[in-house]
Every structure is written in structure tokens, then in C-alpha cells.
């Protein structure tokens, strides 16, 4: 659902300061129910008007419509340039009719009016099955069935089972004994997996409607912000005694609009914020418009167009002045008298500078836009028709979010692409972990211990005190939730299973949820919270801990930590994080080997955690208690006074060990990265991984390999160092002995922020790289990476893709976004250009869809001019012939129809069918795509030739037909002389059929639908142009009936064939010579095999454990085993592309055994 962008408050109050609006307060006070409190000595409140819970996605109403949408499409230059045409035709005499550009200028129009109305009304459809859709509402006590748009801010309403919320609600209680209810948010960020949202303690027993008359409560929070995870408040219910009990409220509280209520009977809710207030409209304002080249390319053509436009015209208008006064020509008989002795005056060279306009105004191609349009338009659903591009594992298909950049995607130079969930499948398994220095690793779902001679890994007989105590911290610190497939209306609070194994974790970290699924594989079972208490059993024996307080993941923290108390009232705080954020704070634990485990996995390419716990005593946890109680029930500054409480907690920690869970590449990938870099596309990893895994990744992808030269930028503290370093850099790079070595280039979060002060150097050092992979980055950095390559020199054309809501920052800076339909939601995919499932659908989307968007559409817009050119340059020929009279060759019927109607289906036609090579042949010939990029096709090479092209065809027809059939000469047995119309009629019939040849020269794939698209041309020119010679028509549709029976006696004439088929001959065959030499060196240059093949680069390497398989890593340059030819024992026999980041190939055919 989209919303209606209201734009700035501010400036609307500058032009209407009598209706601005009285300034807001930093936060808000909703009275639940619409209950004042009774105590006397409560100050008086003032209400604050709220918007109505009315949502307005359309963009037109009934009144408005035709003003709007008119003021909105003359807006255009084409549009308003023939709109001013058509007035100067009406108000001078003109040489032809005014018809000629007003009719079609009417179709334009209308045409897109009727687009653009039917998409309006169905927004209005929408919004009113929204607005009118019946909503449970408590009032006076009751409950009622209200509109969904008649909800007040302060209702309490009550919300069943798989219904979507209203309104953004604060939740009160639910049918959960606990509080608790369970919503999915696909609406909002896509992500499928339940989450869990509860009340506080004092409201839940509230369940009925008669129980709400019992509170008085209020509710304090920020005013709406768009943040969807952000959330800061209180809520105070005064009891009878007139006692103030503050609870503080956060997101986990807040049920947002377009979330829907699952497993959970119902909930009552106390409506926050309405209409456009709520987060969901917040986050729903129009994204920033994107260009692509092709359209920029073309306005400039437009204007080039204008411009000679207007010197043909100024040149005429100067020659009919020095005809018309030369002594020795004198006055021609066919001139009328009024023009003898012309008094020159500015208003009568004005008039007949403005008629050579009119005269020549064809040239602009009226039809282009909506020709482009309607072509966009149907070529974005061949996108999502694509059955290559869909994913039976997802059940997804690729989507065009927009239409406009299609040909851009073939323009594509540089590619910045997240790793998680993008290049791998962000699926977690849990692999090893170093616990208080020793390795263990799971083999057969069984933890064993890794031999350190190098032998076979040894299985746990039982945990020893470190071992429970380390998964003890992997069962507890989390948020997973614990979901039953047979739970209907109460979760899985009710349902119980001993082994584990009926459960469906749902965690919002893939992380955590690996954690939680190898603890149950090991017999460390997680039941759930219930009651406030974390229920766990190791081996069936069942321990219950007191979960008190969960300070949640940031990413500034870089940590999560619990503080639970056990059956022996003994208070832990259990934390875990990354090695950069935990490591530093340790005092006890085996610190130095933890380090080096946690670099050894990063090098294997396995993500890592640092496991740590610290025991408090009473009065660290009393303090910290008052501290943390404090800062969220705060509502100025909430998040930096916990940030200090969590500082306060997480230090001093007894470090346990590190985890390392493996996240698989995705299928495809490293042959996608090779045919994207054959194909001339640099391709960027922007990721927020460690420096070891992500140049690992990079190895495995084939983004890096094993004969390319890093270069890194990583661990500096301060700008000038990262000067330096860059001038080294760029210095190793000029030196002679460097000259025909690859680069890589590996910068990390914290110096590309002082890198960043030195742009234009550290642009020019990475554009000179032939890879370059960024770690340790922010979202918002990503975009800064971004943003400085598509602003560097040569203003390449950048694409990123990503699958979390962290990518959407660089999605929306970078030319195209592509969005993943992964596990982290759906952020990226609402915010991106095109979606699909899949990183090697890429592949097909840039090399396939983006080579023949661009190709159809850049030869469509070439076409258009060059067909007018064709046309109507005979018009400025004919003004030799006229002395200058501004006489029209052409009959208003042949202008009129020439763009709209004769001419428009074919060359429509090709834009969406046109095939100039197989999808396969691009595939399998990757550099093809270097031909189109840099938009070549529209370069002004091609631009001239095409033009130059429709010069000579129309100076051969023109000139021609002057020669064959002029003075004296007759085309007729009866000895009849031809005349201007019949001269007209014979250049305009031999120009069409010139320009629709060399579209068919220009045709590689002829279609159904292109077969189509002549003989609508044939049919409807033969039809028209006969009816229109054969009647008489009425002076109110022609004022005069110059082509009655014209050309049905011109083609009673042999000659008449015989000159146009020649004359045809003559004008088309430098373009079937060229026609030919293309196709030739087309196919020398084209193999009919397929040319792309795996980089024998790619080799694995060794593997991870002596019990698992391989993955592919990449040694440094000159060490024994970096030769591509190498063969290892453990790949013997398999091709590369076999060699998959699987572990259970050889564990899989026996779990018991090694």
C-alpha cells in the first residue's frame, strides 16, 4: 500500500502562514479509553488533534483529475512544445492544418490520462476497501463495530485472530495467560517467521470489555518517527488510590499497521498513532526518481532536434525575404498579391517564421514518450515472466518494482553486492567452537573433540563442567522463540516435546537460531519462556532460570547479553559478541588461544562469536537493576542512559570460548562473478564481516583469486595514514614490473572513514583495482562507497543488490537496486528496482534482459528521429521548389497519420519482441555485453549515422521524384501532368516504405508479434489512405479535399511503381551492405560454441576437518599449492564445479560413526 507524500510542513507553512499549525511537543500523552484521571491535582490537558485513521494512496479526486493531470503531463517538453504548436496554428495562416498536430497531441494525451486515471481509481479502490474495512472498538463501555478510518487515537480495540492491525496499538492483554501474542510483519519488512509481542503485567488481565471501564491509564511516548524498530514510552495506570505505577514501553510492546495477529485468539490495543502517523505511511514516501542513460541521452537529442528546428526555420524565413526581393526572379505568378511588395515588419517575420515552424515541427517526434511507455511498460512483465528466474526453493519469482530503468540494467559497469544472504544462503550451521582453549566440532550432530595431532576427531562420552557450562550460554542468550506446528491460538506455551524435535525455532538472528538447534542435537533441549522462566533440560533433567533482563544486539555494542538467575538464586549475566567488542573486556578465560581460534575460523570462511559469562553478586545486580529501570522508563535521551547501563554490566567477563557457524555460498556464484567480470563489470563485496572471513568468501566466490596481487587499507587510526598508504598503493600500481598483474584492494569500516577526507585519491586507486572487497562496514558507509564511485570521473553506471534492510541505504544511492528475496525480510526488495531469489539469477538479468532492454530501446529512439528525418526533411527540399512559400508537399492526412498511426506498430513491435541474438549466446559469450556498455548504441557516432542515413533516403526519394517526374514529363497515358499534391502522395508512400524496410534490416527476430505489427501498417495505410482518397468529406473534418481520387489514379500508372521501387532500391542498399557486413562479422566474432568456461582458478584447497568436505580456498600467490593444476586427494576424481559447501557428503551416509 502506498501513501500520499504531504510533503514539507514547513514550506507549507511559509506560503499559508494563516494555517500553520501550532508547533508540536517533543512527545505525546494518550489517555487510554478516552479516561482523564480523577486526581484533582492533575494539570489540565490540552488535546492535541490527531489525523483521522484515513488513508489516501490516489492521487486525483473527481474535481481535480482533468487540471491536474493536464498541468502534469504539459509539463513535458514534447507535450508542451506541440501544445504551443497547435495555438500558433490556430492564430496564424497557417500552410497547414491545425488538425495535423492537434489530433495527435489529443491521443497523447488522452491516452495517458486514461492510464493514469484507471491506475488511480484502482488506488482508490484499495484505499476504500481499507478505509471501510469493520473494526471491534470499545466505547462507552461496549463493544462496537466501527470503519477502520473512524479510529480515534486513545480507542482500546480488540483485534482477532489473523487479522491485521488497524492503527499502530500499544497492547493492553491478549488470550495468552503469559501476555504475550504472535504477529508476522511480511507487510511491513517481509520477514515470514513469527514474532513475539507482549503487555505489561499490570494491564494483562484486562480481557474482557467490561474490565476496561475498571482502567484509568496513560500513555507517553515520542511523537512517530519512521523508524520501524524504534519505539520509546511509558505507560501509568493509577490505581483507585490515585498510585502512579510507570512501566516503560519499547517496540516489543507496539503492534504496527499492516502486521497481522497469529496464533493468538485475540488482543486488545490502544490505538498510538492513525492515518499517515502511523509507521507504516512514514515509510512509504516516494523514492528517489532514477534516469537512465538512454533517457538523458535522448532529451539531448530533443534539444538538438529543437535547435534545428529552429535554424531551418530562421534560414527560411531569411530566404523567402531575398526571394521575394530579387529584381531579376520578380514576383512569381503563384504567389498571392498580398505578398508582393511585403512592408517587412518584426510581426509579419515573426508570422512567417512561426508558419515554417509549423512547416517543419514533424521532426519532433510527438509519439516517442508513449511509445517508450507502453514499450517499458510490457517489457518489465517479460522480466517477471522469466520461468529461468524462478525459484521453486522460495516459491519466488523475479519482480520489476519499476519499469524505467530496464535499459539500464545494460549499462551496468560497476556491481556492489552484500554477502550475507546474497552471495551465501544465510543459512547457519553450527561447525565448531574453542571451548576455554580447547577445539571441538560437531560431526554426525555429535560434538567431538578435535584431535590436535591431526587425527580423527574424538566424540564426547558426557559434558564435562566447561562444556555445560559453554552451551549453557548458547541455550539461554537469545531471543529465539519456540513455536509448534500443532499450536493454533496459544503458540507452543501449551505443547511440550522431550526431545526438542517438534519445535520450530524462530529466532531473528540465523545466528541464535543455529545455536539453540545444536544444543538440541547435543541433548540440550530449549522449552521455551513461560512464566518468566527460560525452561531448558540437559540429557531430560529439567533446569528452570529466571530470565530478569535481555539487553539486546546493537550494532555499536556489537554484543547481546541475558541476565538470568539460577534455581540456586545465583544472578549471571551471559553474553555473547564479536572478538573486537568482548576480548577487551575479559579478566578471566584463556584469552590469547580464543584469539587465535577465532582468526583459524575466519580463515576457513565460518563466522564467529565470542562466548562469555560473569556472575553478580547482590548488589551489582540491585545497582544495575535501578540503573536499567531508570534509563527505559526515560523518555529524552532513553538510548544513550542504556547504552551506559549496558556498559556498565558487560565488563569484567569470564571468556568461555568462541562459536563458528558456516554460512554455505549460494549455488552458481562463482561462475556468475566470472561471467559478470568477463562481461566488463567490476564487481565490488560491501560487507559487514570481519577482514579474514569476507577475504575468504571473496577467495571461495571467485571474487578474488589466487594469482591477484592485495593491496590493503585496514586498521588505520587516523586520515593522513590512510593518505599515505593510498599514495603507496597507487604508486606500487604505476611501477613498470606491476604493468599486466591484478589487483585487489581490501579496506575495512574504520579507515575508509578517515579514507574518505582523501575521496578523489581513494577513488582513483580503487577504480584502477581489479576487485575490491570493504568489511567492517555500516550501512550508511556502504552507501558513501557507493555514492564516491558513481560520482567519480567518468560517472560510470553502478548497481548494488542485497537481500537486508542494512542494503538499503546503498540500493537507493547506486543507479539500479536489486533487491534478494532472502531470510533478512524484505527491506531490500521494497526499496530496490528488481528482486529476485537468487545471486545467479544476476546473470541472466544483466547479460539476457539487460542486453536486449537496451539494444531495442536504444535503436527505438534512434529510429524515431531517423524516421522523421526521413519524412519530413522532404518538406525543407521542397521550399527550393516553392520560392520559399512555405507551401506543404504533404497533405494534412499524411502528416497526421505518418507517427501515429502508419508508422507506430511495428517499431513498437520490435521495442518489446526484438531478439538480435540468442538469450543462450549471450549467456555463453559474456563479453557481448561490453559492446553495449557505456551506452555506445546512443553514442553521437551513431546518432549522426543514423540521421545521415535519413538524410540520403530522403534526398533519393525526394529528388528522385523530381527528376523522373518533373517539367514536361507525364506518368499517365492521357498525357496528364502530375501535380504538388501527386508529387506529395509519391515521395510520402516511397518515404514510408523506405523506413519501414530498414526496420525490417534492423529486425534479427521476427516474431508473431512483429509480423503483426507490418501488417497493421499495411492494412491500416491501404484502408485509410483509400477511404480518405474516395470521399467527399465534410468541411468540419477536412476544409479541403486535395487527395480526392489522387492517389487512386497515381497507382493506375506503371511508371509510377517502377520509379518508386527503384528509387526504394537506390536508398536502402548502403543499408543492406552494411546489413550484411554486420552479420558476417558477427558471426566470426561469435563462436557456435559456448565461450564461457569456469576459471581454472577456482581449486580447492583443502578442506576444514579430516571428517568434512571441501570448500574452495585460495593460497597466497607462490606457495606450493596455488598451481591450477593441482590435484588433491580429496577431490580426485570430481570437477570443480562438484565441489560444493556441503558437510554431508561423507557424514551423511552414517550419523554414529566418524
Not at 180 to 198: P, Q, R, S, V
Not at 746 to 764: E, N, Y
Amino acid at each position: 500500500m502506498a501513501y500520499e507524500y504531504f510533503g514539507d510542513e514547513r514550506a507549507y507553512d511559509k506560503v499559508w502562514p494563516c494555517f500553520r499549525k501550532p508547533p508540536r511537543s517533543a512527545n505525546r500523552s494518550v489517555f487510554v479509553g478516552h479516561k482523564f484521571p480523577t486526581d484533582p491535582e492533575a494539570t489540565v490537558h490540552q488535546p492535541e488533534l490527531y489525523p483521522e485513521n484515513q488513508i489516501i494512496s490516489s492521487r486525483y479526486t473527481i474535481w481535480n483529475f482533468l487540471p491536474k493531470n493536464l498541468f502534469e503531463q504539459f509539463r513535458r517538453v514534447a507535450n508542451f512544445y506541440f501544445l504551443i504548436i497547435g495555438i500558433v496554428q490556430l492564430l496564424i495562416d497557417t500552410p497547414v492544418s491545425p488538425i495535423t498536430s492537434i489530433l495527435p497531441l489529443i491521443f497523447v494525451v488522452t491516452v495517458t490520462a486514461i492510464k493514469q486515471g484507471y491506475e488511480d481509481w484502482l488506488r482508490h479502490k484499495a484505499d476504500r476497501e481499507v478505509n471501510y474495512r469493520e473494526v471491534e472498538v470499545i466505547r462507552n463501555g461496549q463493544l462496537t463495530t466501527e470503519r477502520s478510518m473512524d479510529i480515534k487515537v486513545g480507542d482500546i480495540l480488540k483485534i482477532p485472530l489473523n487479522k491485521s492491525f488497524p492503527c499502530d496499538l500499544v497492547m493492553l492483554s491478549s488470550a495468552d495467560p503469559d501476555g504475550n501474542c504472535y504477529i508476522t510483519t511480511a507487510n511491513l519488512d517481509g520477514e515470514t517467521n513469527l514474532k513475539t509481542h507482549c503487555c505489561i503485567q499490570e494491564t494483562r488481565r484486562y480481557t474482557h470489555p467490561d474490565d476496561f471501564s475498571k482502567l484509568t491509564a496513560i500513555i507517553e511516548c515520542q511523537q512517530p518517527i519512521p523508524d520501524l524498530y524504534s519505539f520509546i514510552g511509558n505507560l501509568t495506570v493509577v490505581k483507585d488510590n490515585g498510585e502512579h505505577t510507570v512501566r516503560p514501553l519499547g517496540p516489543e510492546h507496539v503492534l504496527l499497521r499492516g502486521a497481522r495477529l497469529k496464533n493468538t485468539a485475540f488482543i486488545y490495543g490502544c490505538a498510538i498513532y492513525t492515518g499517515n502517523e502511523t509507521k507504516l505511511a512514514l515509510n512509504s514516501k516516494p523514492k528517489q526518481t532514477k534516469f537512465s542513460r538512454v533517457e538523458r541521452r535522448m532529451n539531448t537529442f530533443l534539444l538538438i532536434f529543437l535547435v534545428i528546428l529552429a535554424l531551418e526555420s530562421i534560414f527560411s524565413t531569411c530566404m523567402k525575404y531575398w526571394y521575394a526581393h530579387r529584381p531579376r526572379v520578380g514576383q512569381p505568378w503563384y504567389v498571392p498579391e498580398k505578398e508582393k511588395d511585403v512592408d517587412v515588419s518584426v510581426r509579419r517575420v515573426l508570422e512567417d517564421f512561426l508558419s515554417f515552424v509549423v512547416l517543419f515541427n514533424y521532426v519532433i517526434p510527438i509519439s516517442l514518450y508513449v511509445t517508450i511507455e507502453v514499450q517499458k511498460f510490457v517489457g518489465s512483465m517479460f522480466f517477471n515472466w522469466d520461468i529461468e528466474m524462478y525459484d521453486p526453493g522460495t516459491n519466488e519469482s523475479a519482480k520489476a518494482n519499476t519499469s524505467d530503468l530496464n535499459e539500464e540494467l545494460g549499462q551496468v559497469e560497476y556491481l556492489f553486492t552484500d554477502k550475507t544472504g546474497t552471495l551465501t544462503e544465510n543459512e547457519m550451521q553450527f561447525r565448531m567452537c574453542s571451548i576455554n582453549g580447547v577445539e571441538f566440532e560437531e560431526v554426525g550432530s555429535m560434538l567431538c573433540r578435535v584431535s590436535p595431532t591431526g587425527g580423527q576427531p574424538e566424540p564426547l562420552p558426557a559434558f564435562t563442567e566447561e562444556v555445560e557450562t559453554f552451551l549453557t550460554v548458547l541455550v539461554l542468550c537469545h531471543s529465539v522463540r519456540v513455536d509448534h506446528p500443532q499450536a493454533t491460538e496459544l503458540g507452543a506455551a501449551a505443547m511440550y516435546s522431550y526431545s526438542g524435535y517438534d519445535y520450530d525455532y524462530q529466532a531473528p538472528s540465523p545466528d541464535e537460531k543455529a545455536f539453540v538447534e545444536a544444543c538440541r542435537r547435543y541433548g540440550v533441549v530449549f522449552h521455551g519462556c513461560h512464566d518468566g522462566m527460560l525452561e531448558v533440560t540437559f540429557k531430560g533433567e529439567m533446569r528452570r532460570y529466571k530470565l530478569h533482563h535481555t539487553l539486546e544486539f546493537d550494532a555499536t555494542r556489537k554484543r547481546m547479553s541475558v541476565i538470568v538467575q539460577n534455581e540456586n538464586d545465583e544472578v549471571y549475566l551471559l553474553c555473547k559478541g564479536a572478538e573486537s567488542s568482548m576480548l577487551n573486556r575479559a579478566v578471566q578465560g584463556d584469552v590469547s588461544t580464543t584469539l587465535a581460534h577465532v582468526n583459524k575460523y575466519a580463515v576457513l570462511g565460518l563466522r564467529t562469536l565470542v562466548i562469555g559469562l560473569r556472575r553478580l553478586s547482590k548488589e551489582e545486580f540491585s545497582h544495575f537493576d535501578t540503573l536499567l529501570d531508570t534509563a527505559r522508563t526515560s523518555l529524552q535521551e532513553r538510548a544513550s542512559k542504556l547504552s551506559e547501563a549496558f556498559d556498565f554490566v558487560e565488563k569484567n567477563l569470564n571468556v568461555l570460548g568462541a562459536t563458528a557457524v558456516e554460512d554455505k555460498l549460494q549455488d552458481e556464484v562463482p561462475e556468475t562473478i566470472q561471467a559478470l567480470l568477463q562481461a566488463g563489470i567490476k564487481v565490488w563485496v560491501l560487507t559487514g564481516d570481519k577482514e579474514e572471513t569476507a577475504v575468504n568468501i571473496s577467495h571461495s566466490a571467485g571474487h578474488f583469486t589466487s594469482d591477484m596481487v592485495t593491496l590493503n587499507i585496514t586498521q588505520q587510526s587516523s586520515s593522513l595514514e590512510c593518505a599515505d598508504l593510498i599514495r603507496k598503493h597507487a604508486q606500487l600500481l604505476d611501477q613498470p614490473a606491476s604493468r599486466g598483474h591484478r589487483f585487489g584492494l581490501v579496506i575495512d569500516g574504520a579507515s575508509l572513514a578517515h579514507c574518505l577526507v582523501h575521496s578523489a585519491i581513494l577513488s582513483q586507486l580503487a577504480l584502477r583495482c581489479n576487485a575490491v572487497l570493504c568489511c567492517r562496514m555500516t550501512p550508511l558507509q556502504k552507501a558513501e562507497v557507493v555514492k564516491l564511485i558513481k560520482h567519480s570521473k567518468n560517472k560510470p553506471v553502478t548497481a548494488a543488490i542485497g537481500d537486508g534492510a542494512n542494503d538499503v541505504s546503498m540500493i537507493e544511492e547506486a543507479d539500479v537496486g536489486i533487491g534478494i528475496m532472502g531470510k533478512e525480510g524484505r527491506q531490500a526488495v521494497r526499496n530496490s528496482d528488481y528482486a529476485f531469489a537468487r545471486f545467479r539469477f544476476l546473470q541472466k538479468a544483466l547479460l539476457v534482459h539487460g542486453h536486449f532492454y537496451y539494444i531495442r530501446l536504444s535503436n527505438l529512439v534512434q529510429y524515431f528521429f531517423y524516421k522523421n528525418v526521413a519524412f519530413i526533411t522532404a518538406q525543407l527540399f521542397y521550399t527550393f521548389f516553392s520560392a520559399f512559400s512555405q507551401q506543404s508537399l504533404y497533405e494534412s492526412f499524411y502528416l497526421m497519420n505518418f507517427n501515429m498511426v502508419f508508422t507506430a506498430m511495428p517499431i513498437l513491435m520490435y521495442g518489446i519482441f526484438e531478439q538480435h541474438l540468442k538469450p543462450s549466446v549471450l549467456l555463453g559469450n559474456p563479453k557481448l555485453y561490453r559492446k553495449v556498455s557505456k551506452n555506445k548504441n546512443m553514442s553521437v557516432r551513431n546518432f549522426i549515422l543514423w540521421n545521415s542515413l535519413g538524410l540520403w533516403h530522403c534526398a533519393v526519394m525526394f529528388f528522385g521524384a523530381v527528376f523522373l517526374m518533373g517539367e514536361e514529363t507525364s506518368v499517365f497515358p492521357d498525357g496528364r501532368m502530375i501535380g504538388n499534391w501527386t508529387l506529395g502522395s509519391i515521395v510520402y508512400f516511397g518515404s514510408l516504405m523506405i523506413v519501414c524496410l530498414k526496420l525490417c534490416l534492423t529486425i534479427h527476430y521476427w516474431s508473431p508479434a512483429i509480423w503483426f505489427g507490418f501488417a497493421f501498417f499495411i492494412v491500416t495505410y491501404t484502408v485509410g489512405t483509400g477511404v480518405y482518397n474516395s470521399i467527399i468529406w465534410p468541411s468540419l473534418l477536412s476544409e479541403h479535399n486535395y487527395l480526392l481520387y489522387d492517389w487512386n489514379t497515381v497507382l493506375q500508372s506503371a511508371s509510377v511503381w517502377l520509379a518508386e521501387i527503384g528509387l526504394i532500391t537506390l536508398a536502402l542498399l548502403p543499408d543492406i551492405v552494411f546489413r550484411a557486413y554486420t552479420d558476417i562479422s558477427t558471426r566470426h566474432s561469435i563462436s557456435p560454441q559456448l565461450q564461457f568456461q569456469r576459471d581454472s582458478r577456482l581449486i580447492p584447497l583443502r578442506r576444514i576437518s579430516q571428517a568434512e568436505t571441501t570448500k574452495f580456498i585460495f593460497p597466497p600467490v607462490g606457495t606450493p599449492h596455488s598451481s591450477p593444476n593441482t590435484t588433491h586427494k580429496h577431490t580426485k576424481g570430481l570437477r570443480p564445479t562438484e565441489v560444493k559447501f556441503s558437510f554431508r557428503k561423507q557424514t551423511g551416509r552414517n550419523k554414529n560413526t566418524l
